[in-house]
């Protein structure tokens, strides 16, 4: 028997309207574009406005785009897997609710939180579910509300995060073509350097924590870019090595777009030239679940079946790898 392989074969993406620009963060905080511009490759990033908008407002709409382009009955979608550090509500499931609100009346949908890793964990995922021959298509997408759980008066963390979703369609393939290799990785260690401290059952949400803006995003900037840097190129190199590929035999590296320091600095691990990365950070900031897929929607017009993609990511926790897939269509 042929052996059946998971493939992306359709994907969308959504940003909101609002460009919060490098310009307009140096009148909230202390700060300039040429700073910005230089520590992270960020010129503008993406804000969702309006009241009673979540995540799922983005994640539907990064759905919505990928089913009229790939002319998707949302019925025959057997499973949405939502990537997010900003759910919606605190339990019940924004994959639920996305998959409801598409149309997908047949499927189960549940959330998968790996912070800035979750796509790429959810890539894992979904290709499992594909190659058990249980279910035909899985629909993953990355979606996050970063501006929800930044503080605007934070010079560390507002300049980098910004708003977005992207999506991505796995289906059986019997060509070879699709996820070939994948190697995960995390370390508790990364709790202490990167978190929201209060809202969890390890500190409930109090007046004092509310007064003490505990309900943010902490980052120590230092300490997360020496581990994403080592770690982020060590798996991109690592799927080289286990593949046997040259930077010759790939097309595209995919990486998670936290800093481009980090993007160039992987590129440079594996060898690869900066016309094969793949780069949007300049436009989106960091999307945190929703840079994987936002890139291959961005980039869907250059891909061409039979491509070689590398991926790489690093989030929270920690959380990072790498996969090695095979485009699987001409746009």
Same mark, same amino acid.
């Given at each position: 028997?042929?052996?059946?392989?998971?493939?992306?074969?359709?994907?969308?993406?959504?940003?909101?309207?609002?460009?919060?620009?490098?310009?307009?963060?140096?009148?909230?905080?202390?700060?300039?574009?040429?700073?910005?511009?230089?520590?992270?490759?960020?010129?503008?990033?993406?804000?969702? $406005?309006?009241? !009673?908008? !979540?995540?799922?407002?983005?994640?539907?709409?990064?759905?919505?785009?990928?089913?009229? $382009?790939?002319?998707?009955?949302?019925?025959?979608?057997?499973?949405?897997?939502?990537?997010?550090?900003?759910?919606?509500?605190?339990?019940?499931?924004?994959?639920?609710?996305?998959?409801?609100?598409?149309?997908?009346?047949?499927?189960?949908?549940?959330?998968?939180?790996?912070?800035?890793?979750?796509?790429?964990?959810?890539?894992?995922?979904?290709?499992?579910?594909?190659?058990?021959?249980?279910?035909?298509?899985?629909?993953?997408?990355? /979606?996050?509300?970063?501006?929800?759980?930044?503080?605007?008066?934070?010079?560390?963390?507002?300049?980098?995060?910004?708003?977005? /979703?992207?999506?991505?369609?796995?289906?059986?393939?019997?060509?070879?073509?699709?996820?070939?290799?994948?190697?995960?990785?995390?370390?508790?260690?990364?709790?202490?350097?990167?978190?929201?401290?209060?809202?969890?059952?390890?500190?409930?949400?109090?007046?004092?924590?509310?007064?003490?803006?505990?309900?943010?995003?902490?980052?120590?900037?230092?300490?997360?870019?020496?581990?994403?840097?080592?770690?982020?190129?060590?798996?991109?190199?690592?799927?080289?090595?286990?593949?046997?590929?040259?930077?010759?035999?790939?097309?595209?590296?995919?990486?998670?777009?936290?800093?481009?320091?980090?993007?160039?600095?992987?590129?440079?691990?594996? !060898?690869?030239? /900066?016309?094969?990365?793949?780069?949007?950070?300049?436009?989106?900031?960091?999307?945190?679940?929703?840079?994987?897929?936002?890139?291959?929607?961005?980039?869907?017009?250059?891909?061409?079946?039979?491509?070689?993609?590398?991926?790489? /990511?690093?989030?929270?926790?920690?959380?990072?790898?790498?996969?090695?897939?095979?485009?699987?269509?001409?746009?």
């Amino acid at each position: 028997m042929t052996k059946i392989t998971a493939a992306i074969t359709a994907v969308g993406k959504y940003v909101p309207e609002y460009v919060l620009t490098n310009k307009e963060l140096e009148t909230l905080v202390d700060t300039n574009d040429d700073w910005i511009t230089s520590r992270t490759g960020i010129k503008e990033r993406r804000i969702l $406005k309006g009241e !009673g908008l !979540g995540t799922s407002y983005m994640a539907i709409k990064a759905a919505e785009e990928l089913l009229q $382009k790939s002319n998707i009955n949302p019925e025959e979608i057997d499973l949405v897997i939502v990537g997010t550090a900003t759910p919606d509500l605190p339990v019940a499931s924004t994959a639920a609710y996305v998959a409801s609100e598409i149309g997908a009346v047949n499927a189960f949908g549940y959330d998968l939180q790996a912070a800035c890793s979750s796509f790429l964990y959810g890539m894992s995922t979904a290709a499992s579910y594909i190659e058990s021959g249980r279910y035909k298509k899985v629909l993953l997408i990355g /979606a996050d509300k970063m501006s929800s759980i930044i503080d605007y008066k934070d010079r560390a963390t507002c300049i980098i995060f910004g708003d977005g /979703a992207g999506a991505a369609l796995f289906e059986p393939n019997n060509e070879g073509l699709g996820l070939q290799d994948e190697f995960l990785r995390s370390d508790g260690v990364g709790r202490d350097f990167l978190r929201i401290e209060a809202g969890g059952s390890l500190m409930p949400t109090t007046q004092q924590t509310l007064d003490e803006n505990k309900h943010y995003v902490y980052q120590e900037g230092k300490t997360v870019f020496k581990y994403a840097v080592s770690n982020m190129a060590d798996v991109a190199a690592k799927m080289l090595t286990r593949n046997n590929l040259t930077e010759k035999d790939i097309q595209w590296l995919v990486a998670h777009q936290a800093n481009k320091r980090i993007i160039e600095a992987t590129a440079k691990r594996v !060898g690869v030239s /900066a016309e094969k990365v793949m780069m949007n950070i300049h436009k989106y900031g960091n999307t945190t679940s929703a840079t994987l897929p936002l890139l291959l929607a961005d980039y869907e017009s250059q891909l061409k079946k039979g491509d070689n993609l590398i991926f790489a /990511a690093f989030g929270g926790g920690f959380t990072w790898g790498a996969a090695y897939i095979k485009w699987a269509y001409n746009s």
